[in-house]
């Protein structure tokens, strides 16, 4: 609770105050019993009668030092002012960053939050994409099952084709074969009609020749007998004489 000190370096010892003269003299303050004040030049002892100021110095020592309480007072009430005003704004300040990193960490929550999303999410599209892989390797089988169907079917088409085709012409051979056998058969049936409208016709005019001979016969005619045979090609016809 005593009066503060400062370490004066000229006389090597704590003194209560440095002052400064009109001539720019630093001297010691120093606080005496019963309230009274002594200034001392410093490093100059107390005992030394020489080291006693004026009465004139003294006074402005005084000045100076009434100025220098008041600008202490101001200095002290305006460190005051500042210290609360910048515990204000360091309470601000801190109060903003508390609010700032509750929102960072609100941020940070939503973030997390929408990275467990985004991975459930991945999840999901990487089992699909293993389904759609899996469905993808199934559809490839399949198709190569039935390219090796239809390759199967394309050559089993194709020696039905030929098979048709061998059958196709056999049957045109057989086809013309039966026409040419027809056409044989109807000249053969031509042939036979005309041989049996020939002996008809011969055998027509031998009825016909006969008749004659008989008539002629009963008539007193005399008749030279001509073998004729029916069918034949020549045949004679007796002469009435």
């Given amino acids: 609770g005593g009066a503060p000190s400062v370490w004066d370096h000229a ?3 704590y003194v209560a105050r440095l002052m400064q003269t009109s001539s720019g003299k630093p001297v010691a303050f120093h606080l005496e019993e019963g ?4 200034f001392q030049h410093p490093g ?5 009668g020489g080291g006693e100021l004026s009465e004139v110095e003294q006074t402005t020592s005084l000045k ?3 100025i220098a309480v008041e600008f202490n007072y101001l200095l002290t009430q305006q460190l005051a002012a500042q210290r609360q005003h910048f515990g204000r704004l360091l309470e601000e300040a801190g109060l903003q960053a508390r609010r700032e990193a509750k929102g960072v960490e609100n941020k940070l929550a939503r973030l997390r939050a929408a990275n467990r999303g985004a991975r459930e999410h991945v999840r999901g ?3 699909k994409l293993e389904e759609a892989v899996r469905r993808k390797e199934a559809l490839v089988a399949e198709l190569n099952a039935l390219r090796v169907r239809r390759e199967r079917m394309q ?3 194709a020696a039905l084709l030929k098979r048709q085709e061998r059958k196709r012409k056999m049957l045109e051979r057989e086809q013309k074969m039966q026409k040419q056998r027809e056409r044989e058969l109807v000249k053969e049936k031509e042939t036979r009609i005309h041989d049996l409208q020939d002996q008809i016709r011969d055998l027509r ?3 016909k020749t006969r008749g004659s001979i008989q008539t002629a016969r009963r008539e007193g005619a005399t008749v030279v007998d ?3 045979t029916p069918g034949s090609k020549k045949h004679g016809r007796g002469k009435p004489r």
Avoid: K
């Fill in 11 to 13: 006389s090597q010892s």
């Fill in 35 to 38: 309230g009274g004040r002594r």
């Fill in 44 to 48: 100059v002892s107390g005992s030394d």
């Fill in 64 to 66: 100076l030092e009434q």
């Fill in 125 to 127: 599209v990487e089992s």
């Fill in 155 to 157: 050559s089993l088409n």
């Fill in 205 to 207: 005019n031998f009825l």
């Fill in 226 to 228: 001509v073998a004729v």
